[in-house]
């Protein structure tokens, strides 16, 4: 099964670190964009079933797009990626409506273990049984 996935930092640096540990044949399509403002628009006019999503960002950052996300009741799952690691703002960002919330920078057995937990990935088990 692939997915649409929307990578949003303002470091090109990290979202092609995002890309690179997304697991093999993942993503179907991926967007990629460096602020919230552009982000808001690519979800306005794709679906999206995933959203890596930054925090801290020009223009328009990761808890107004997370805010804005629970506005809109937009049907896409979020994973904070962040090096913004306090407490009350992994607490903010799950109030909001994220998965979850991944230190950066991202380690893809984390992220892979993430993508398993909330069923994007089939336990290796199952994906087996599937093939076989």
């Not at 801290?56 to 994973?79: A, H, N």
Request: proline share 4%.
């Amino acid at each position: 099964m692939s997915f649409n996935i929307l990578i949003c930092d303002d470091s090109a640096l990290a979202r092609k670190m995002a890309r690179r540990n997304l697991p093999d044949g993942f993503a179907e399509s991926i967007y990629e964009v460096s602020n919230g403002m552009d982000a808001l628009e690519v979800l306005a006019h794709h679906t999206i079933d995933l959203v890596l999503l930054d925090l801290t960002m020009p223009i328009l950052g990761g808890i107004d797009v997370l805010s804005e996300i629970k506005r809109r009741q937009l049907k896409t799952f979020v994973i904070v990626v962040s090096g913004d690691i306090q407490p009350m703002m992994r607490e903010k960002v799950m109030s909001l409506g994220a998965l979850s919330f991944i230190e950066k920078p991202i380690k893809k057995e984390l992220l892979t273990s993430v993508l398993r937990r909330f069923g994007f990935i089939l336990p290796e088990t199952q994906q087996s049984a599937l093939a076989g």
